[in-house]
């Protein structure tokens, strides 16, 4: 029902009535349309907001990019590091396409290696070892997130398992090295590559002076964020007490009774941009209904439905078909975290059997991350995974109902 529609009721009415009360009485009815649209359109608004996921601005994104292509696409990714650390003795850093297994071999084993530099090819002899500091770096942001009271998500970030650091101490050239290569290994390297996620470290002061907190001894400093839409979260250090939002911004309690400068990381909400080469991953979880439903639920039903609902609701499963889940099966892949892997005596196994859809070097880290998130969830049970073939196109989605189908209804 809109204006014109009543306008038009009132022009039916009994011609005894003058035609100045008709516009008063439409008038009228107009204003109550228009209250009732805008309140309809605020308690929209309000339960958008309620049901909106808390932790939507801190998924966390990686790929990989040329160290020159960093810079056209960071209004969304941006370095792990700035500047690359200095390690002594180290050749170079190289980035393997490869699967996890494949990586894990690599850094156990001294490996044959071919270096091309200016004065020609060499064979070496090299050990490969992990590059901790891009670990480093997330179990840092990791702790900003506890210290923020952000709740942290496993992070689905495997590229950086695949870089790593050669040293030879037999082989220490003068010139510039332009390529290594596995000798007797299929296996893709690049010198090129850095990694990329959406966390960018910012420093922002406070513009406006600081006033009294609450407790009448810290003080109120208020920081305007430059993009509202993203997350922050503030590096605990010095004399900041607590963080929270509101509307003016970014509160941060501190002992500092000045303005001053704070250090951040923003966490940038995802952009539609084009990553070129590798596939852009994530840890995003799609908040269906019933993904919001089972959030708010009091207990968690034990159920193999309610662990397919975990798996399909993650982005980092798109490529991926449960099969099936069997109980008292243990697979070969375990969680991210690694915590659940030893199995005491009474303890329930559960094994995730997955297809994938199209190949691909991160398939391993894909069901991994899949298991952890089950593992969250029912940490009373020991869950693991298994690629039970190759991969192959299928027809059959991967949808809580399509899975609901293949799967019994409960576990006890």
């Known amino acids: 029902m809109d204006e014109s529609f009543i306008y038009e009721r009132l022009k039916a009415l009994s011609s005894g009535v ?25 308690l929209e608004e309000s339960l958008r907001r309620e049901l909106r996921d808390v932790s939507e601005r801190f998924y966390l994104y990686g790929a990989v990019a040329p160290a020159g292509d960093a810079s056209i696409i960071n209004d969304f990714l941006f370095p792990m590091l700035p500047e690359e650390e200095p390690v002594e003795g180290r050749l170079a850093t190289i980035f393997c396409q490869c699967s996890r297994a494949e990586m894990e071999e690599l850094f156990e084993n001294s490996q044959e290696m071919v270096v091309l530099t200016e004065e020609g090819t060499f064979e070496i002899t090299a050990d490969i070892r992990p590059c901790r500091r891009f670990q480093r770096k997330i179990e840092e942001l990791q702790n900003v997130f506890y210290d923020n009271g952000v709740y942290w998500r496993t992070p689905h970030l495997p590229y950086v398992d695949r870089f790593g650091d050669v040293f030879c101490e037999t082989f220490q050239p003068e010139t510039p090295i332009h390529s290594i290569s596995f000798k007797g290994r299929d296996i893709p390297v690049r010198m090129d590559l850095i990694p990329l996620w959406n966390v960018e470290p ?3 002061k406070c513009t406006i002076f600081p006033i009294p907190a609450i407790d009448e001894w810290n003080y109120r400093h208020t920081l305007r964020l430059p993009f509202v839409q993203d997350g922050y979260v503030v590096r605990m250090e010095q004399a900041v007490k607590h963080v929270y939002m509101s509307q003016a911004g970014l509160e941060v309690i501190s002992e500092e009774k000045v303005q001053r ?6 966490i940038a909400v995802r952009r539609d941009i084009n990553i070129p080469h590798y596939p852009l991953t994530s ?18 039903p034990r159920t193999r439905a309610e662990m397919a609902r975990i798996v399909t609701s993650y982005e980092a499963g798109e490529n991926l078909e449960l099969l099936e889940i069997s109980q008292g099966e243990c697979g070969p892949i375990g969680g991210e975290d690694g915590l659940y892997h030893y199995s005491p005596a009474g303890r329930e196994q559960f094994l995730l059997k997955f297809r994938a859809r199209q190949d691909g070097f991160l398939l391993e880290d894909q069901v991994s991350f899949l298991v952890q998130e089950v593992q ?17 196109n299928s027809k059959i989605p991967n949808s809580p109902e399509s899975v609901n189908k293949r799967m019994s209804a409960a576990v006890d």
């Open 283 to 300: 840890n995003f979880r799609r908040m269906r209904h019933i993904d919001r439903q089972a959030d708010n639920a009091l207990f968690r």
């Open 261 to 266: 400068d704070f250090s951040l990381y923003r």
């Open 376 to 392: 969250n969830d029912y940490p009373q049970f020991v869950i693991t995974g298994q690629l039970m073939n190759e991969p192959q």
């Open 202 to 204: 910012i420093s922002l």
């Open 18 to 42: 003058e035609r100045s009360e008709y516009r008063d009485i439409s008038k009228a009815f107009q204003e109550i349309v228009r209250y009732n649209r805008d309140a309809l359109q605020e």
